[in-house]
């Protein structure tokens, strides 16, 4: 099995919104400066020896460089596309094309992470139920795409081969031989964890519910900005803690560009 990180842009973000009161207000500096960060995206392509191709999560979606992008959204969170880092030219490193995967797996259906799914209407896609009803819930409520975020309806409208929710019953699902999804709520109401059990060492990408190493810890440090439970997100860091100790399994964070750049391995290379 071999797994590659492909490289889907950066997002500029407010710290705070990352990493609770990462930036804060005291007596001895009444007025600090907000820390305005950059932070990785990417989609994880795994090349399995009986499931064949299947993805991770599909990075963010290019129209979040056109005017279809709403402009609050551009001014909070803008979205850059280095060059090469389109999603056709990404899997292209790993010598791939879309029409060669046929599954997809999403941890969770925020807008970064759902992104190219217009490119992959002949895949099966498998989403955490409670994320799926909620998610759906969330972009009917509303015709305005700025009340629908963080979801993005065009992404979430593609008409794929199937739609399957898996339920959160079982803390832990071996989808395909060595590969694992791990349930881990509270950044949203349902997150999945990749776990793969690799010959050269394995490893974990627990998507949001660990955007930096510094939510990780030890201690874990919860998120600021988008939380549907805070409880749930703590106590879902220690189960992500429990299966990386099990597995001793490194942990790959979502969105850590300093962590991206220095410690992760980046398409065309892999982790195998
Ligand atoms: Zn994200």
């Not at 990404?90 to 490119?119: F, R, Y």
């Not at 874990?220 to 990386?244: F, I, P, Q």
């Amino acid at each position: 099995m071999k797994a590659y990180v492909l490289n889907t842009g950066t997002l500029k973000i407010d710290k705070n919104a990352f990493l609770l009161n990462a930036v804060q207000a005291r007596r001895d500096n009444p007025n600090p400066r907000l820390e305005y960060i950059d932070c990785c995206t990417y989609a994880v392509l795994v090349d399995h020896p009986t499931a064949g191709k299947f993805l991770y999560d599909l990075g963010v979606n290019p129209d979040a460089l056109s005017d279809k992008w709403p402009e609050e959204l551009k001014q909070v969170c803008p979205y850059t596309m280095g060059e090469g880092e389109d999603f056709l030219s990404q899997l292209a490193l790993c010598d791939t094309k879309p029409e060669d995967v046929k599954t997809i797996i999403l941890s969770h259906l925020h807008w970064d992470h759902t992104g190219n799914m217009h490119l992959f209407e002949h895949c099966d896609v498998y989403a955490p139920i409670r994320e799926l009803e909620s998610a759906l819930l969330k972009i009917h409520s509303s015709s305005n795409l700025d009340d629908q975020f963080p979801y993005y309806k065009p992404d979430l409208e593609v008409p794929v081969k199937h739609l399957i929710g898996l339920t959160d019953e079982e803390e832990e699902i071996e989808i395909f031989p060595g590969v694992h999804l791990i349930n881990l709520p509270g950044h949203t109401p349902g997150l999945f964890a990749m776990l793969l059990e690799l010959e050269g060492g394995n490893i974990v990408f627990p998507s949001d519910a660990s955007y930096l190493a510094a939510n990780y810890g030890p201690p874990a440090h919860c998120t600021g900005g988008v939380l549907y439970d805070n409880r749930a997100y703590m106590r879902s860091m220690e189960v992500l803690r429990k299966y990386a100790k099990r597995y001793n399994a490194r942990v790959l964070f979502s969105h850590d560009i300093e962590f991206f750049k220095n410690e992760m391995k980046v398409a065309p290379e892999y982790y195998a």
